[in-house]
Antibody, heavy 124, light 107 residues
């Protein structure tokens, strides 16, 4: 069974930094594009960032561009999100989500597997 | 970015009802649309992709249709397990966007 498990969430002050991790298992992680999607408390879903299988294509939502950095370590089957200059509006559950097709491609897809999410709270 | 607008925002229905949720896109996007179900405290679950393709393991009472700018998700006979929030999502561009969600409540 495909699994993705997020970690690294917590309480951080405005202007602070946090690094999220996503550990993948039971699929060939190195061949799939991965994403971060977030959901503010009581709100809808917002795509945050994506990275292709070989890290050739990286995209960000305008709301996080210049502050967040997505990366992956295929040898460790892991996805990361470095979040700097955090704001109150970044408070959300952050989900790691897999796209269904492999290849180091720029083609966008939907998300077939999601983790359980990790909560990030930005507050003084 | 393509804006996605779902209607209604909330829907009250009874077990056995036929339910339809609409999603409209701000620009044409072929059939690059997915639907998800989300229950409180849980991750979204993929139901439909490419507007009308049913994800493996999803009950056949769920169906999707549409292309261009207007799409629908239909539940043919609402079951107790279907009370949840439903989201559409476009993947026509790398900047994926979701609808605001439709909460299906018990009438």
């Amino acid at each position: 069974e495909v699994q993705v498990v997020e970690s690294g969430g917590g309480l951080v002050k405005p202007g602070g930094s946090l690094r999220l991790s996503c550990a993948a298992s039971e699929f060939t992680f190195s061949t799939y594009s991965m994403n971060w999607v977030r959901q503010a408390p009581g709100k809808g879903l917002e795509w945050v960032s994506s990275i292709s299988s070989g890290s050739s294509y990286i995209y960000y939502a305008d709301s996080v561009k210049g502050r967040f950095t997505i990366s992956r370590d295929n040898a460790k089957n892991s996805l990361y999100l470095q979040m700097n200059s955090l704001r109150a509006e970044d408070t959300a559950v952050y989900y790691c989500a897999r796209e269904p097709y492999g290849g180091d491609s720029s083609s966008p897809y939907y998300f077939d597997y999601w983790g359980q999410g990790t909560l990030v709270t930005v507050s003084s | 970015d393509i804006q996605m607008t779902q209607s209604p925002s909330t829907l009250s229905a009874s077990v056995g009802d036929r339910v339809t949720i609409t999603c409209r896109a701000s620009q044409s996007m072929s059939s690059w649309l997915a639907w998800y179900q989300q229950k409180p405290g849980k991750a979204p679950k993929l139901l439909i992709y490419k507007a009308s393709s049913l994800e493996s393991g999803v009950p056949s009472r769920f169906s999707g249709s549409g292309s261009g700018t207007e799409f629908t998700l239909t539940i043919s006979s609402l079951q107790p397990d279907d009370f949840a929030t439903y989201y559409c999502q476009q993947y026509n561009s790398y900047s994926r966007t979701f609808g605001q969600g439709t909460k299906v409540e018990i009438k």
